[in-house]
């Protein structure tokens, strides 16, 4: 699909439109919207659902501009409203947390049913690397080990990010769409996703319900539920024995949370009864 700029997303799509939420799947850094292929299975047998492969990963057009949360909000909104995509669920990960705040705060929330936030705290901009000084140089560190050795350090991550066992096959295809983004790009990526916009305005923005579903291990359990406070009607979850991809270790009950959540946007409260 074309979003403008000479960028083409490769976009998924399964179910069929109707009443009922559609749901919108963004994946994080260095990944592609197969990594929702158990989801996309499982929820296109209810609802409309749509994936995609963010600018500069998987195979959507390789670029050197508007590798930002930024301009990947701009994308989100475009593929949105070309495939009249009505009030729908936009569930983030990782890196796709960035992106929604960011479309939150350019766009709003009023077109939205609703929002998931998948084990993310919401950037604090250049103010995290003073708060965080020892959790920056390691990130900093670790940036120079993906430049010099891209394949090594993807195959590690996918074993920090993934504690369960996979398909055959899977960890290999994860590694090997990672590679398709070019190590200076991807580098340029996590710095305007972490440090690039203090994003954390977004949140008291948000006015639609919104679930924060997190790792019980995440290093980022505290500002993850310092953000959730933030927002006012936000739903917060942990996901137990699991690690930062939830939805992978503990499909089952990522599952469960979402239908949960998108069924209570559908169905009347009591309080609304007669």
């Known amino acids: 699909m074309d979003v403008g700029g000479g960028v083409s997303l490769r976009v998924i799509e399964a179910g069929q439109a109707g009443s009922r939420p559609t749901l919108v799947f963004i994946p994080g850094w260095s990944t592609a919207g197969d990594i929702w292929r158990q989801q996309i299975d499982r929820f296109a047998q209810t609802y409309r659902v749509i994936a995609f492969d963010p600018r500069s990963q998987g195979q959507s057009t390789i670029t050197t501009s508007g590798n930002t949360p930024e301009m990947r909000a701009q994308d989100l909104h ?16 990782s890196q ?37 000084p020892e959790e920056v140089a390691a990130q900093f560190k670790m940036f120079a080990i993906y430049q010099a050795h891209q394949e090594e350090y993807l195959r590690g991550m996918m074993s920090a ?5 996979q398909p055959e096959g899977a960890i290999d295809g994860l590694v090997a769409t990672g590679m398709k983004t070019p190590p200076s790009l991807g580098v340029a990526m996590l710095v305007a996703d972490l ?3 203090n994003r954390m305005a977004a949140l008291k923005k948000i006015d639609c319900p919104t679930l924060i579903i997190a790792s019980a291990k995440s290093d980022e359990l505290a500002r993850q539920q310092a953000g959730a406070s933030q927002i006012a009607h936000a739903r917060f979850e942990k996901i137990e024995d699991a690690a930062h991809a939830v939805f992978l270790d503990q499909p089952e009950r990522f599952a469960e949370l979402l239908e949960r959540f998108v069924k209570d946007l559908t169905t009347p409260s009591k309080s609304s009864t007669p």
């Open 161 to 165: 990010i993934i504690s369960k066992p």
């Open 96 to 132: 796709g947390v960035q992106d929604l705040a960011a479309y939150v705060e350019r766009y709003g929330t009023h077109d939205l049913a609703g929002l998931v936030l998948v084990d993310a705290a919401v950037a604090d901009g250049v103010g995290g690397i003073r708060a965080r």
């Open 195 to 197: 440090f690039g916009v």
């Open 78 to 93: 475009n593929v949105l409203e070309r495939l009249d995509a009505r009030r729908p669920v936009l569930i983030g990960w």
